[in-house]
């Protein structure tokens, strides 16, 4: 093995960990494992899908990425929380007639919704090959923060009743899960700060279990292994759902590029640059497109997992790829699946509650961060538009543009937002937004985050 094969010490870590020895690898992949399995789990909790099926997606998508940018980029990809206004517009939960209570999942709608998480992967995969024939300024000059960041905003307002609604049903276990992730994530060291959520979820679990909250039957009557896959919960296509989510893409994306700035800015390597953003935005779309076409929800790259590699200073990709192979096995266990969906909705709203607040704060970090100027009344109309829009026409249920008895199709207040809000940008005068001024050259010092 070369001298550069070796360990790394110092600030820059370790670049290949096969000198650390295959246990010690085993053990850093779980720890990413670990990472993930919080967030991603929660995503299939609140709309309704199938967790085997989202730890198989997740798996098989981070596995994708790593082939698409020729493996150089320690990229974790888990269920994407940015979708979730989307999934709620399209598959609401239906009323459980015992409590009253919208909680049982939508098996109709969601695969349409999941139709609509393939098609805002291809919006990636677009995005990707636009910037790769034109370059990412005179892309990206049509989504600048004035646009996305109202968008993120608005997506975490429009889902907040319903973290409400299900915090309501045990607001014990709601603030035990809420209070467990604040003293996590502000008070807690090492592996506790990284991993809030999942810490949320097995404290509050462990007051539903000493209260009797969960029901164990559905664990006991499950098989040990099976298929994570139903073709029942495979994608469907249709205009109006499409429609709804694919516009989601976009705020999406500047999440995923502000996770490879992160990334980069951890390991010191520029991944924006080498493979290339429109390698990583390419990785990231098609593992979206299949985790919906298959059922799952749409991917992204993982911030905790980002935290782990901070943490442990082991920056190569094959610990994340071990990762991504532990995730696809505990997607073949339907107990693990059962054991997942015991978690009582209450514990779900009390993290939603954090959660969906986070989203919207992201929206204004956004903003702040790359200091939009509101001051400037195109910059003031552009985000009042999206932010009424959104708000406002999610309220009345959207707006119907055809509607026959063979078709119908709507749009959503977040469809509406988005596309007026890129229309403003691209019609009002002063649009001066630069995507990373020196991107070919040293982009350290427009990608901190």
């Not at 919960?233 to 893409?249: E, G, H, N, R, W």
Request: charged share 10%.
């Amino acid at each position: 093995m070369s001298e550069e094969k070796k360990i790394r010490v110092g600030d820059e870590g370790i670049e290949d960990a096969r000198v650390l020895g295959t246990p010690k690898m085993l053990v850093l992949g779980l720890q990413h494992v670990f990472a993930m399995f919080g967030a991603t789990v929660l995503v299939p909790l609140i709309t309704g899908l199938n967790v085997s099926t989202t730890l198989l997606m997740a798996g098989l998508g981070t596995l994708l990425f790593h082939l698409v940018t020729k493996g150089k980029v320690p990229a974790f990809l888990g269920s994407s929380f940015a979708f979730l206004g989307g999934f709620a517009l399209v598959a609401p939960k239906l009323v459980d007639p015992e409590t009253g209570l919208q909680t049982v999942a939508n098996t109709e709608m969601l695969p349409y919704a999941c139709g609509g998480v393939v098609a805002a992967g291809l919006v990636y995969v677009i995005v990707a090959a636009l910037i790769g024939v034109f370059g990412v300024n005179r892309v990206m000059r049509f989504f600048p923060p004035v646009v996305t960041g109202p968008i993120i905003i608005s997506i975490g307002l429009i889902l907040a009743p319903s973290a409400i609604t299900n915090a309501s049903t045990d607001w014990l276990l709601a603030v035990v899960a809420l209070t467990t992730i604040i003293i996590c994530n502000i008070w807690g060291k090492g592996m506790v700060k990284i991993i809030p959520i999942l810490l949320g979820v097995a404290v509050s679990y462990g007051v539903a279990v000493v209260t009797g909250a969960v029901d164990f039957t559905a664990i006991n009557q499950a098989e040990l292994l099976g298929s994570p896959l139903n073709p029942a919960a495979f994608a469907k296509f249709d205009l109006s759902a499409i429609l709804t989510i694919m516009p989601i893409a976009l705020a999406a994306m500047m999440e995923h590029i502000g996770d490879m700035a992160a990334i980069s800015a951890t390991t010191g390597h520029n991944f924006i640059a080498d493979p290339g953003l429109a390698r990583t935005l390419m990785g990231d779309g098609l593992a979206t497109s299949l985790a919906g076409f298959f059922g799952g929800p749409a991917n992204t790259t993982y911030g905790e997992n980002t935290g782990v590699l901070a943490l442990t200073k082991v920056y190569d990709p094959k610990v994340v790829r071990i990762a991504a192979c532990v995730a696809v096995l505990l997607s073949l266990s339907p107990k693990f699946d059962a054991l997942v969906n015991t978690i009582p909705t209450a514990i779900i709203g009390g993290i939603s509650l954090i959660l969906y607040g986070m989203i919207s704060a992201i929206g204004v970090r956004n903003v702040v961060e790359n200091q939009v100027d509101f001051t400037r009344s195109r910059n003031l109309i552009i985000a009042a538009v999206i932010l009424v829009s959104a708000l406002g026409f999610n309220s009345v249920g959207g707006l119907t543009l055809v509607s026959t008895p063979d078709l119908t199709i709507s749009l959503s207040g977040l469809a509406i937002a988005a596309i007026l809000g890129i229309a403003l940008n691209a019609v009002l005068p002063g649009n001066d937004y630069e995507f990373g001024k020196d991107l070919d050259g040293d982009t350290s010092a427009n990608f901190q985050m």
